[in-house]
Nanobody, 124 residues
Framework: QVQLVESGGGLVQAGGSLRLSCVLSGRTFSSFAMGWFRQTPGKEREFVAA????????YYADSVKGRFTISRDNAENTVYLQMNSLKPEDTAVYYC?????????????????WGQGTQVTVSS
């Protein structure tokens, strides 16, 4: 019943910014902790950022700290990933994910629900 739909991906030059959005439907949004992951061909899906159900806690991969910001708007059932100072190595398919519990926000196994992904391409 839970569906996640990402949007906001696209092509941007290095140093530019993009804002990804993910809308959850089917369940009460505030029940979920939310995460963003990314994947490139031949690589396993890697953790990018996560936010607790309350929004009180956020988590970031070292590679994006200081550049990316995760936030959520429970009234709009939406989680965002603001990406600034983008680098070519940020190029990937970005996936939104949701979990009803647990504290293992860094691992794909924590999340029971996934979006379809949105492509982010950063050119040099």
């Amino acid at each position: 019943q839970v569906q996640l739909v990402e949007s906001g991906g696209g092509l941007v030059q290095a140093g530019g910014s993009l804002r990804l959005s993910c809308v959850l439907s089917g369940r009460t949004f505030s029940s979920f902790a939310m995460g963003w992951f990314r994947q490139t061909p031949g690589k396993e899906r890697e953790f990018v950022a996560a936010i607790s159900w309350s929004g009180d806690s956020t988590y970031y991969a070292d590679s994006v700290k200081g550049r990316f910001t995760i936030s959520r708007d429970n009234a709009e059932n939406t989680v965002y990933l603001q990406m600034n100072s983008l680098k070519p190595e940020d190029t990937a398919v970005y996936y939104c994910a949701a979990t009803l519990g647990g504290s293992y926000y860094y691992t794909t196994g924590e999340y029971g629900y996934w979006g379809q992904g949105t492509q982010v391409t950063v050119s040099s």
